[in-house]
């Protein structure tokens, strides 16, 4: 594969930037469910069925933290597109921080602590950098967030 992609569980890939030339390879991985986290939307081959796309932009900056509703956001589609057989990929300009963290978030609503969430990703995608400071704390707040309002009792 040419593509800058990295599979990190058999439901969930990181990439840097899709470009519309490989559009027939992201469909050959079964993506369902993009969580476009640029702040430009893909090209239109890539929202287009079977794909979704959900355009979540966000700011790498450590002056500007991840919003946690856009992070809430994200998992909340991504799960039950995963239930449901499909896969998810998540990108970012270079696959580095925001889609790590999106990523990560998605493994926090599966089940994974935030510690084995960014070790996967780790692993998985030599370029991840989820413990930088400002990404590490908002995967950390987004579990705290995620097993509060989880646990919280229905009304």
């Not at 935030?114 to 996967?120: G, N, P, S």
């Amino acid at each position: 594969m040419g593509y800058d992609i990295s599979q990190i569980t058999d439901y969930l890939y990181i990439s840097a930037w899709p470009e519309r030339k490989y559009a027939e390879e992201i469909r050959s991985l079964n993506v369902r469910l993009i969580l476009s986290t640029h702040w430009l939307l893909p090209g239109k081959v890539l929202r287009q069925p079977p794909i979704q796309l959900l355009w979540l932009p966000m700011i790498d900056s450590p002056l500007t933290p991840i919003p946690l509703p856009l992070l809430h956001r994200g998992v909340q589609a991504a799960l039950p597109v995963i239930q449901g057989g499909g896969n998810i990929l998540v990108h970012c300009r270079y696959g580095v921080h925001r889609s790590v963290a999106m990523a990560c978030c998605v493994l926090i609503g599966k089940g994974y602590s935030a510690d084995e969430a960014m070790q996967l990703a780790k692993n998985r995608r030599d370029r991840a950098d989820p413990y930088r400071w400002y990404i590490r704390s908002r995967i950390e707040k987004f579990e705290l967030d995620w097993l509060r309002t989880k646990n919280r009792p229905a009304i």
